[in-house]
């Protein structure tokens, strides 16, 4: 599938980010954003574990550019910074200018975090008529989490049915990965968080 596959608004990112790191504006711009996926770090099975990090790879390449460039290029692409042990933590950042705007990061964290109420039954679906049912349940399960989560309980009905379109087009654009993606996400995957490190680190 070439093309952009990430559908959300610059200003519903922008409200979303606001909302859960209520601290943006006032932080120095030589911030940096983090992205933390916190994953078991005990019988992860390999295959998935792959799927999981190319699916990551796949929502960055289409979240702000054309996916084919994306994809052919040779440098630029989506990588952690570092890993911590213990359950690991994979890190991932990007300056907080860009964060402001449309961040990468953050519809990462709305992807993961909500994915697994809307991987339920894609890939069951056995025809149009069924999939379009399946498909409007689970914005709706999208929509009511949404409302029930911590700092996100102020967004508009139409910033949570954008959010739901999104996370739900991507559980149907990348059917075949989401298999592998949900069983790891139910075996090893701890959660999502999304913080700010106010102090850059010289020499990165």
Same mark, same amino acid.
């Given at each position: %599938? ?10 519903? #990112? ?9 601290? @943006? ?13 916190? +994953?078991? =770090?005990?019988? @992860? ?13 796949? +929502?960055?390449?289409?979240?702000? &550019? ?14 952690? =910074? &570092? ?7 994979? +890190?991932?950042?990007?300056?907080? /200018? ?7 990061? #953050? @519809? %990462? ?22 999939? /379009? ?16 989560? /911590? ?6 009905? &139409?910033?949570? =049915?954008? #959010? =739901?379109? %999104? ?7 990348? #059917?075949?990965? @989401? ?5 790891? %996400?139910?075996?090893?995957?701890? /959660? ?5 490190? &106010? +102090? ?5």
């Amino acid at each position: %599938m070439t093309g952009q596959l990430i559908a959300i608004s610059h200003s519903s #990112v922008r409200a979303i980010t606001k909302s859960v790191l209520p601290e @943006i504006d006032e932080v120095s711009s030589d911030a940096y954003l983090h992205l933390i996926v916190s +994953i078991s =770090a005990e019988n @992860i099975v390999a295959r998935d574990f792959a799927a999981f990090l190319e699916f990551i790879d796949r +929502i960055y390449g289409r979240s702000h &550019k054309d996916f084919r460039s994306y994809s052919r290029r040779q440098t630029g692409h989506f990588k952690f =910074a &570092k890993c911590q042990q213990g359950s690991w933590e994979l +890190i991932a950042r990007e300056a907080l /200018g860009v964060a402001t705007n449309s961040s990468p990061l #953050v @519809i %990462m964290w709305l992807v993961l975090k909500y994915l697994p109420s809307a991987v339920l039954s894609v890939s069951s679906a056995y025809n149009q008529y069924e999939q /379009g049912r399946l498909a409007r349940a689970n914005r709706q399960r999208i929509r009511e989490e949404l409302g029930r989560s /911590g700092g996100l309980e102020d967004l508009t009905s &139409k910033q949570r =049915a954008e #959010v =739901a379109r %999104m996370i739900e087009r991507v559980s149907q654009q990348e #059917v075949t990965l @989401i298999p592998r993606v949900r069983r790891f %996400m139910a075996s090893s995957f701890i /959660g999502v968080r999304i913080s700010i490190d &106010k +102090i850059r680190n010289r020499g990165d």
